[in-house]
Nanobody
Framework: QVQLVESGGGLVQPGGSLRLSCAAS????????MGWYRQAPGKQRELVAT???????NYADSVKGRFTISRDNAKNTVYLQMNSLKPEDTAVYYC???????????????WGKGTLVTVSS
């Protein structure tokens, strides 16, 4: 079965940095887009950043200039470098991948369980 596992979350002070990682594993044929979403307490889940298979990226306005998404296709891994963190960045961050599972045979969205990022002094 396909699984996405996030890592790198934690507690950081305002202005600090964190790097999140998400590794996909299982019966994967190919991975199309990958991305990061977040959900703050009492709010809806929102898109943070996405990256296509060929490297094109898209960011939410709230994180432009501060966050950088990247991927290592050989490792089936996506990263999110977060700099100049603000308290409003506090949320559970979820990894997402649009991929083809060999067992399923067509592209579907898969989600990780999330990793908590807390920005507080």
């Amino acid at each position: 079965q396909v699984q996405l596992v996030e890592s790198g979350g934690g507690l950081v002070q305002p202005g600090g940095s964190l790097r999140l990682s998400c590794a996909a594993s299982g019966s994967i044929f190919s991975i199309n887009a990958m991305g990061w979403y977040r959900q703050a307490p009492g709010k809806q889940r929102e898109l943070v950043a996405t990256i296509a298979s060929r490297g094109s990226t898209n960011y939410a306005d709230s994180v432009k200039g501060r966050f950088t998404i990247s991927r290592d296709n050989a490792k089936n891994t996506v990263y999110l470098q977060m700099n100049s963190l603000k308290p409003e960045d506090t949320a559970v961050y979820y990894c997402n991948a649009d991929l083809v599972d060999l067992v399923v045979g067509h592209a579907m969205d898969y989600w990780g369980k999330g990793t908590l990022v807390t920005v507080s002094s």
